[in-house]
């Protein structure tokens, strides 16, 4: 794939970047280099990749994941908000 001027114009459009006139052909022949590299990887047998391997168990057991009410920490928490409505935070409105 040849990067041509009209291709690298997407690229800062699409990125909303702007390559400065003296280093365009710069940028064109990294970028040009960086594709070549990516389409290497065609060239790679993967038919491994399909083959999933064995989950590991950890050694941390998972928990239960039970909720657990504490007011005292409620308490404290909506002391530090600037408005509260009962057990809740109190915020402007964002959507009509």
């Known amino acids: 794939m040849t990067i041509d001027n009209i291709l690298l114009e997407k690229l800062e459009k699409l990125s909303m970047l702007k390559i ?12 040009a280099n960086i594709l070549s590299f990516v389409e290497n990887l065609n060239e790679l047998d993967n038919q491994l990749a399909n083959i999933p391997f064995p989950i590991v168990r950890s050694a941390q057991p998972f928990r239960d994941d ?9 308490d404290v928490i909506l002391t530090n908000a600037p408005k509260t409505e009962e057990s809740f ?8």
Do not use: Y
């Not at 400065?20 to 970028?31: D, L, N, P, S």
């Not at 039970?66 to 409620?74: A, D, G, S, T």
């Open 20 to 31: 400065e006139e003296g280093k365009r052909e710069e940028v064109k022949a990294q970028i």
């Open 66 to 74: 039970e909720p657990k009410l504490n007011p005292e920490v409620i």
């Open 89 to 96: 935070f109190v915020v402007p409105k964002i959507i009509e």
